[in-house]
Structure formats: structure tokens, C-alpha cells
């Protein structure tokens, strides 16, 4: 069976660069934004429209009380989307070795018993590392003021949480959900992951 | 300045042991039931009155909306042991590097900026390493039944939080307090330690 590492990371706390760097000391595959772009192809929907996707709950247009039953009153896409990030975490995760950030990766692959990091930080210390790496996903978070950078971290980290409690039903972060949660502020992610591996190994 | 490494711990997840054994890897000085002999031994009071009086939260006898402050309501021996752990666990912060375990020591020297740890794990962990394992701080926790043992694992860390939070003013075991939340369920403490330390270092 294949060793899996999946990574929950509150926006701005360098839970991706954490997870990258695991997977290269490890000799891991390694999978972000990949599963989009997977995705994307297998729906025919764009990039940014899955991405969009899969980091908001979605809105349901009707109660949930109705006689039909939850899956059934999903809107459309989602369902698709949701589906194929199903199938595709479960394929990639059978291929080998593989560090997941994100995507609920730890519930979709509860049953593979995964090791379960959450990586999250002080506001200060993921406001530093936005002004200082700018972040891969949100191109322009170098050019926003401190005020607009913490508006945006409080924006995604919440569009997260609900993202993740709607399809898991576990609280986002919540410590009992993972094997290890690290807190990054003022820490150096080189070192750190050389010895999250050794943990992980 | 001296390193500091605190260990916050669930009863029945090993952070005991796994405190220990950090402390021999890196060579700090480990404390943790000598606070309590050291309080005695100041306070001339036994060492198991010291022992209850630093796992439960004070009784207060009346509200706290009086006209006196909060210290000055404290029942006498509670001041008077919580001002010598204050002063104890200072002294040994000021002494060498050294690994805590417990006793608000996280709270207490925060302007040190200790490496503040919290170990946890699942119930049916907890419980399986008692039986294995006992506890040193209670003694019979291997002749208790299964139930017992789960009453026990539960009102030592209800005491233990509801201390904690009645001293900080923070929640026990929420991970915004600490630099590193460790799940010990099916751990290698002695594997876990080795990495763990590298992390601290």
C-alpha cells in the first residue's frame, strides 16, 4: 500500500512549500494544483472556474429538507467536479508514494489511514510570508496593502473551512481530525521539513 | 537564554514519555513531578495536597464580582502554591535548557518564548496505554477496568483543562497556543522523540 501524506494549510502559513519540500527529501509524487488541471480535462470545464469550485462550499438553491435527497439538489458542476477530484485522489493516491495538499484529501483517503498534517501560523507571520513570496495561487497578493492581504486571508482560510466541514462534516483545523499540526510563525520551512519527514517516514 | 521546550499533555497520550525523552536526546534538564516536591518542600505542605492543588482549579467561595480582586479571593494554599510553581519554574528556565511537562509552564514563561508542544490522542490509545503502561502519577491505572480507566482518562483532563484555562485564560489544547500539536495514536514514542527534537532544536 502506499505511504500518503495529505496537508491541510490555513492561506499564508506555507503549508504548500512545507508539503513540496516533504516530498522531495522523501522522493514523494507530489500533488497541488495538479488535481485541477486533471480535472479541468476530464470535465472540459476551465481551470479557474474548478479551482473556484473546490475552495467553496456550494450555494444551495433550496433548503435541504426537501424529499430529494442531498446529493440530488447539488448544483450540477459541483457534483461533477466533485466526483472526479473523488476519483482522482483515489487513483493518484494508488500509484505511489504521494504527498495531497488540500482537497479534503485526508477524508477522501480516511480508509488508507494517511499521515494528517495541518500546517496554520499567526495572522503577522502569514501576512510576512504573502508580502515576502507572494502566493502562487492568488498572483497578485504582493501588490495588496495589509489591509487587503488580511482581508484576503480571512476570506479564503473561511472559504476553506466551509469547503471542508460541508464535505466531511469535521471542523477545519480541529486537531483531533490530524496527526500533526504545525504552527510555522517565524519558522524556517527547510529545516522544518527535514524533520516532518523523519515524523512522517 | 536558556532553551525551553514545554510539553502540554492529554492523560494517557504518552507526552509524559515523550517529554522525557526529548530531554535525553537534546541533554536539557527535565522537570516535572520535582516541581511538585520542590513546592512541598517550600511549603512544608504534602506533596499529594500540592499535587491536587496543581490539577484542579480553585474552589472559589464566592462570586468574583466583589469589590476585591481575583488574587485576593484565591484560597490562601492556592496562592501560595501557585506563587512558589511561578517562581520555581522561572528559577529552572533561568538555570539551563530544560524540557517541562505541564504546570501552565507554556503560560507562565511566554516572554521566553518556549517551544510549546501538546500531545493527544485518541481515546481507545489512551486507554490501551494505560493498561499497558500505567501511569506513574496514578498509581493503579492498571488494575481499573476498562470503564473505569475511560472515567478516569476523562476527569483528569476535564481537571486539567479547566486548571489550565482557569490560569491562562487560554483554552487547554487548542492549537493556537502551541508551536507544535503532536497525535500519538499507534506512535513509536521513542521514533517520534528522535524527530521531534530535531524540530525543537
Redo the contacts between chains.
Sequence with gaps: MSKIITIGREFGSGGRELGGRIAEILGYAYYDREIIIEIAKRTSLSETYVKNITEHKPVIPFPLHTSRTFWAVMPDFDQVVQKEQHNIIREISQKSDCVIVGRCADYILRDEKPFRI?V?SELESKIKRCIEKGNADYENSESLSEKELKQKIAQVNRARAGYYEFYTGQKW?D??Y??????T?NCDINK?A???A??CQ
Tied chains: 1, 2.
Design positions: 495541518f496554520y483545523g486537531k483531533a490530524y496527526d500533526l499540526c504545525i504552527n510563525t522544518l527535514e524533520a516532518v523523519k515524523i
